[in-house]
């Protein structure tokens, strides 16, 4: 008898944690999507029992972690996504020092500014600060790209070794645009470059008609955090991209002293 109550006890934990598994993968999928998506399509991406992807469904949007459309068909994260995403923020250590030097960098280099950190394969976005008058960038705060089409994420790439950026990346790299690297060969010998110079850039290979220039904040060994300036890559031309990497690389080496000096890791 004890032993079948051992038995059913660790078959409730299993499906406890697997519904626990499939919430957050449900998150996930909805937060990624760039449009709201019917059950059909979450089943078709998920592969999850319809009917077990209905009942954490409904407990998500009584929950409010999930809202629907107006028909109630289709469905995106809700508000409390949103409270999750801000606790983070306001809670991080490294956060409210990189903001001051955002605002630094954009006053004198004019153009939009961004901090993110590297999540596996891929960086988060944590802050933005939008470049006044000149072309807008699309705000990327909250958002995740893969690492290897964007400056900030190959120069966290740089900080790792071959064999580890070979187990971080995914087997086939995506292309975003007709200028990502997607030849892993092409990609190390960038990397390479990166962590020769100390700062990585790229040219439209994450957005049309963008380029970018990064450099990692070694607070962390390896970093895990980068900042990275966003202009117009028409005027992205070598002059230019030295001028931004060495405002880059000044103002970083401020925020790394300011973030040991108060014992941030």
Not at 106 to 117: P, Q, S
Not at 126 to 145: D, F, I, K, Q, T
Not at 251 to 261: D, E, K, N, Q, Y
Request: charged residues 30%.
């Amino acid at each position: 008898m004890a032993g079948k109550r051992r038995e059913d006890h660790s078959s409730a934990e299993t499906a406890t944690v697997k519904s626990a598994e499939r919430t957050v993968r449900i998150l996930e999928v909805l937060a990624a999507s760039p449009t709201r998506l019917t059950l059909a399509e979450l089943q078709e991406k998920m592969g999850y029992p319809r009917s077990s992807l209905h009942a954490l469904i409904r407990t998500l949007r009584e929950m409010k972690w999930v809202e629907a459309d107006a028909t109630g068909s289709a469905f995106g994260v809700g508000p409390h996504a949103l409270l999750s995403g801000t606790a983070y923020l306001d809670r991080d250590p490294a956060l409210r020092f990189a903001y001051e030097t955002l605002e630094d960098l954009r006053a004198e280099l004019g153009y939009t500014m961004h901090y993110a950190r590297r999540n596996d394969a891929h960086v988060l976005y944590l802050a933005s600060r939008e470049s006044r008058g000149g072309a807008s960038v699309v705000p990327r705060v909250g958002r995740r790209l893969p690492a290897h089409v964007t400056a900030l994420g190959q120069c966290l790439l740089s900080c790792l070794t071959r064999d580890e950026v070979d187990e971080v990346l995914p087997a086939r790299l995506d292309a975003l645009t007709p200028h990502t690297i997607t030849d892993r060969e092409q990609l190390f010998a960038e990397l390479d470059r990166a962590r020769a110079r100390g700062w990585a850039v790229e040219h439209e290979q994450g957005t049309d008609g963008v380029a970018c220039v990064a450099v990692p904040l070694d607070y962390r060994i390896p970093a895990t955090d980068a900042i990275s300036c966003s202009m117009p890559a028409k005027l992205a031309d070598d002059d230019e991209v030295e001028r931004v990497a060495n405002a880059l690389l000044r103002h970083t080496g401020i925020l790394v002293a300011t973030l040991r000096r108060e014992g941030i890791r």
